[in-house]
């Protein structure tokens, strides 16, 4: 839980740093950092050096391709350009 100074008055708040979040998810700090300036959390903010998170902020959605069309893929290149050299 951080303090956060608004206005000269100190007051708890429903956050939490980047390092937290990340144990929270089970995930690297410098990804939450990298997270956190593409904007991909809501409601994040830098204070300093650090980043203030929401407690009740959901997990990005992960961008990586997960359909299964790019597994394998270079097997089936080498077949293809074998086939077209024979």
């Not at 956190?36 to 959901?58: H, L, N, Q, T, Y």
């Not at 990586?64 to 074998?82: A, I, L, Q, S």
Request: aromatic residues 14%.
């Amino acid at each position: 839980m951080l303090f956060v100074s608004i206005g000269g008055q100190f007051m708890n708040s429903e956050y939490i740093s980047a390092k937290e979040y990340a144990e929270k998810y089970n995930l690297h700090p410098r990804t939450v950092q990298l997270w956190c300036s593409e904007g991909r959390i809501e409601g994040a903010f830098k204070f300093g050096a650090s980043w203030a998170v929401p407690d009740k902020a959901p997990r990005p959605k992960d961008k990586r391709y997960k359909n299964g069309d790019w597994v394998g893929y270079r097997k089936r290149e080498r077949k293809t350009k074998k086939d077209v050299s024979e």
